[in-house]
């Protein structure tokens, strides 16, 4: 260890030498600071001119006010008004494209209408919202000129105009709970993709049975949701509150009788929310995807977003190089939007849904996926079946038969469609192999679960997946050698 004499000159030549640094990197990290809020100052205040010129008489401006928020709970835009007390104006801004709007309109009571133009002033939209507090949120729709799209707005006032997009992914999330249900024990796994849109799967351990979960947010930390069976028969609801931190839901299990029941749920585990958007004058696309701690799955799950952004980018490419002066009739005419449902998630095994929509393709593009954290691999349906087995025709029999007993089997339509459809689609859950149509935009993707019970004879002892239907894995013997 050195040590320095006060004495020594080079103490003091230390000393400021340390000061002299320290200093020149606070200056500079506060001129840095500074020049940055002074752009975004110098920002705020160019745009409060530009919509000061909109207006006859500027000096009646009542007020300008900046908000910041997403399409669609994706797309990040900024909004910045102006009133005079007979009408409102502004601009919005779509944050990834920098493609800005000009709004002109009215607003009467807690209602404001809109008129959205481009920059040569035609027509290209509406804007219509509800006014929440003293404007301290909105929540609108915007539509295209015809109203055939269109597109949810949440909004909240900020102090300075919003420049830069947040990750439209951090709203977004992924978890894990264990927990009782009238004394009986359960953990599912919930995930938020929006606002509006909870979704995911509830094991009840005891029966070992495996439903599916819906619902929504009802307030920032409360949420409402119920249990649906394969059937589509409502089994129960839980409506709680989200605890912070520890993320703890307490509230209340009520059955399809409307008793209640207390409930708790910790929470046992968590994935991230990966996202990608971006939005201009003709297009709009948007994914969102898992991310795990397993880098090999994020690396499966990102190989396959990235092949459908690659296809998005190229049809913005060739949509600008068609319109190259697109007009209001081509306002938002390519939306493409993708997003993932997952059916099980533990420390060995992730499984689900990635869907895929293009405004260009008639079809949805649906890829499940289920796979293996202990190899780090995709695993194939036939690796679950011992060798030799016709597992095709076994789940494809079973599946059938259970199909016979929903509600909507009644339907001749759909009755026509499913016996005809192939069930092209397999997901790994808890208790069993989750068979799936493709998606059909009147009936949905149907889905039925055949139970490990109930195939165990044909199942593979040795496949990735073996510790879900067998206690104790079996030893896998080597074969001898015969002795000549």
């Known amino acids: 260890m050195m040590v320095i004499n006060p004495k020594d000159n080079n103490f003091y030549s230390l000393l400021f030498s340390n000061i ?47 908000f910041k928020g997403r399409v669609d709970d994706i797309n990040d835009v900024g909004l910045t008004i102006a ?12 944050l990834r494209s920098k493609e800005r709007f000009k709004l002109e309109g009215k607003i009467i009571g807690k209602k404001i209408k809109l008129r959205e133009t481009d920059t040569e002033e035609s027509v290209t939209g509406h804007f219509e919202g509800q006014i929440f507090g003293d404007y301290d949120r909105m929540k609108a729709h915007w539509f295209n000129k ?29 978890r894990k709970y264990q ?70 839901i307490n509230g209340n299990w009520i059955t399809p009788e409307g008793d209640t029941h207390l409930v708790k749920f910790n929470k046992i585990d968590h994935m991230m929310v990966g996202c990608i958007e971006y939005q201009d004058y003709m297009s709009t696309y948007d994914v969102t995807f898992p991310k795990s701690k397993n880098s090999s799955f994020n690396s499966f799950i990102e190989k396959t ?28 005419i390519a939306n493409a939007t993708g997003w993932f449902e997952l059916e099980h998630v533990s420390d060995t095994l992730i499984s689900g849904f990635m869907i895929f929509n293009k405004s260009w393709e008639e079809e949805h ?14 695993i194939e349906l036939e690796q679950l079946f011992r060798e030799g087995v016709d597992y095709h025709s076994i789940l494809q029999e079973r599946v059938i038969k259970s199909i016979q007993f929903k509600p909507i089997y009644s339907n001749e339509g759909f009755k026509e469609w499913i016996n005809t459809v192939s069930f092209n689609y397999f997901t790994i859950r808890q208790n069993g192999i989750r068979y799936s149509t493709s998606f059909h935009p009147i009936y949905g993707r149907q889905s039925i679960t055949i139970h ?18 067998y206690d104790v894995r079996p030893i896998k013997k080597s074969k001898k050698k015969k002795k000549k």
């Open 146 to 174: 015809e109203k055939t799209r269109a597109g949810l707005l949440m909004l909240e006032q900020v102090e300075k105009e919003v420049i830069f997009p947040t990750y439209c992914g951090d709203n977004k999330w992924v």
């Open 83 to 94: 009133y005079d007390g007979r009408d409102c104006k502004g601009y919005i801004t779509y």
């Open 179 to 248: 927990g009782n249900i009238q004394g009986k024990p359960v953990e599912f796994t919930i995930q938020k993709n929006s606002d509006l849109d909870i979704k995911g799967i509830i094991w009840f351990k005891d029966s070992n049975l495996t439903h599916y979960l819906k619902g929504g947010m009802i307030a920032d930390n409360a949420l409402k949701i119920i249990v649906i069976d394969d059937m589509g028969n409502k089994l129960g609801g839980i409506e709680g509150e989200i605890l912070k931190p520890s993320f703890k």
């Open 305 to 332: 977003v990235s092949d459908w952004k690659i296809s998005c980018k190229e049809k913005v490419k060739a949509l600008k190089v068609e319109n190259q002066y697109p007009g209001p009739e081509d306002r938002s």
């Open 365 to 378: 593009q649906d890829y499940s996926f289920n796979y293996s954290l202990l190899n780090d691999e995709k």
């Open 452 to 469: 490990f019970d109930d195939i165990k004879e044909y199942l593979n002892p040795y496949s990735p997946v073996s510790y879900l239907y």
């Open 20 to 66: 002299s640094l320290r200093t020149i990197f606070l200056c500079f990290l506060y001129c840095i600071t500074s020049l940055f809020s002074f752009n975004l100052d110098a920002q705020s205040n160019e745009t409060e001119q530009q919509i000061s010129e909109l207006f006859k008489n500027p000096k009646k401006i009542q007020w300008y006010k900046n």
